[in-house]
């Protein structure tokens, strides 16, 4: 007996995987409709909304959202943490009207941080039981990151560029590398996706690009679910009978090959014009045993941030009547001051009764919890526990959007198992064909189905 009429309602592979890979392609369009082509990348809008990139990501999200309007009856907790988060943001423009009048600015800022949670509602209504998400990641981290080093290298930077010939990527630096590494770690955790030799080349890839992006967090990021997973599948492959090869060695092996070349690289001179301090700023500094600037710089944010917080009980609960101006600091550098010292802590509560529902659904369903789910979980804690402490990342369209839908997607397994009888379909679909195993470098073509 098939369980289809009680699960959601699912349209096309392609259409899923096409909606999964827009999200997290990094290609950016400006309000006059073309795509967004500079030679220098701009790291600060001004606060200009003609100006501002706009990611793909977010029509994309929008178009999901219509597509898959069916299993709204299955997003309770984003729709519930979507109207709750907007509500609070408007109680704390509403508080600030009265006191010192309507702040456009502070408006503008309230929908910059509700944007991204569009993310989690189409994330919940994916229905990804066959992985494809992580499968249209792969192809396009297997297509798009050898691109942009080529494209860095044929410009003479040992950096990640930003111009890509014929479209630039905005923010290539601050948030872009976060992302991809989390989609590529997603990929190693994601059984069905490749086979082994298949991630083994995309590791060896994905190490080159988050040295190159000299991004701390992308770094920390990529070696530790690199060392993890690696690290579990050579022990996993030693302990099988007839199966003595070491995964970790060879990768270790081209890991430091490739640092070495961009050591090479680096000593005979390399263009750092549109490096964004990132030499300068971080590996220069902590050559010389100091902090690097911009960990000297978020300290001092969170520093001013954090007492403005405290300046009044009304601050406390409602924010501040006005962001700060833009010429003394754009951002806090952390998500959570941020949105703390604009709007109020009572702006935290929607956040934290989210991640409360989703370690309840975890909890309840733990029985049938296995390493994809636990994999996405994780990536979930960095982006929104580690990354959003140093970043305003949340708040930012593209890698706002993307975190987002990760989180939505998470939901959605772990509601399944939440349900009774979920653990069990969920243990009946942990079997992976013998192509798709991790020894295996061929992908199967066969249809997966949950089976009751």
């Known amino acids: 007996m098939s369980v289809q009429g009680h699960a959601p309602a699912r349209g096309s ?9 827009g999200v997290l392609l990094p290609l950016f369009f400006l309000l006059s409709g073309r795509l967004y082509d500079s030679e220098v990348p701009l790291y600060d809008s001004g606060g200009r909304i003609d100006s501002l990139p706009l990611p793909l990501s977010l029509p994309v999200c929008v178009v999901g959202i219509l597509l898959f309007r069916k299993n709204l009856r299955y997003a309770w907790a984003a729709a519930v943490f979507i109207l709750a988060f907007a509500a609070v943001l408007a109680m704390s423009v ?85 992302i991809f590494v989390a989609a590529y770690c997603w990929v190693l ?30 770094i920390a990021l990529f070696a530790t679910g690199t060392l993890a997973y690696w690290g579990m599948q050579g022990r ?61 710089e978020r300290l001092e944010d969170w520093s001013r941030f954090g007492s403005g917080i405290a300046e009044s009980p009304r601050s406390v609960l409602f924010g501040h009547a006005e962001p700060l101006p833009r010429e003394v600091r754009t951002s806090a550098h952390n998500w959570y001051l941020d949105l703390a010292y604009n709007f109020g802590t ?38 929104v526990l580690v990354d959003a402490n140093f970043k305003v990342m949340l708040r930012q369209p593209y890698p706002g959007l993307f975190s987002f839908f990760l989180w939505g997607l998470l939901l959605a397994k772990l ?13 009946r679909d942990k079997v992976v064909p013998p192509a798709m195993q991790e020894g295996s470098s061929r992908t199967p073509r066969t249809r997966f189905q949950v089976l009751p």
């Not at 479209?167 to 290539?172: E, K, M, P, R, T």
């Not at 659904?361 to 390493?371: M, V």
């Open 415 to 427: 509601r399944k198992l939440s349900q009774p009888g979920g653990a069990l379909r969920r243990s």
């Open 189 to 218: 955790g994601s059984p069905r996706v490749t086979g082994r030799r298949s991630k083994l080349l995309l590791t060896a890839g994905m190490a080159i690009y988050a040295i190159s992006s000299v991004s701390f967090l992308a």
């Open 346 to 383: 009572l702006a935290l509560l929607p956040l934290l009764g989210l991640i409360a529902a989703s370690v309840r659904l975890a909890w309840t369903g733990r029985a049938g919890l296995d390493s994809h789910i636990c994999w996405l979980g994780g990536i979930v804690l960095f982006l």
């Open 236 to 296: 996993r492959e030693k302990e099988e009978a007839g199966r003595g090869r070491n995964s970790f060695m060879p990768l270790l092996a081209l890991i430091l090959i490739a640092s070495a070349v961009l050591v090479v690289a680096a000593g005979r001179g390399i263009d750092i014009r549109h490096a964004g301090g990132q030499v300068f700023g971080k590996v220069t500094a902590l050559a010389e045993g100091k902090l690097p600037l911009n960990v000297v």
């Open 13 to 21: 592979d392609w259409m899923r995987a096409a909606v999964a890979a």
């Open 94 to 178: 509403f508080s600030a009207a009265d006191t010192a009048g309507f702040s456009a600015r502070k408006a503008i800022l309230a929908g910059q941080f509700l944007l991204p949670t569009l993310g989690l509602l189409l994330g919940q209504l994916l229905d990804d039981d066959e992985q494809l998400v992580p499968r249209a990641f792969f192809c396009l981290l297997a297509v798009f990151v050898p691109l942009q080093l080529l494209a860095g290298w044929l410009q003479g930077s040992l950096f990640l560029t930003h111009r890509l010939y014929g479209f630039s990527i905005y923010q290539h630096f601050q948030f872009v590398p976060v």
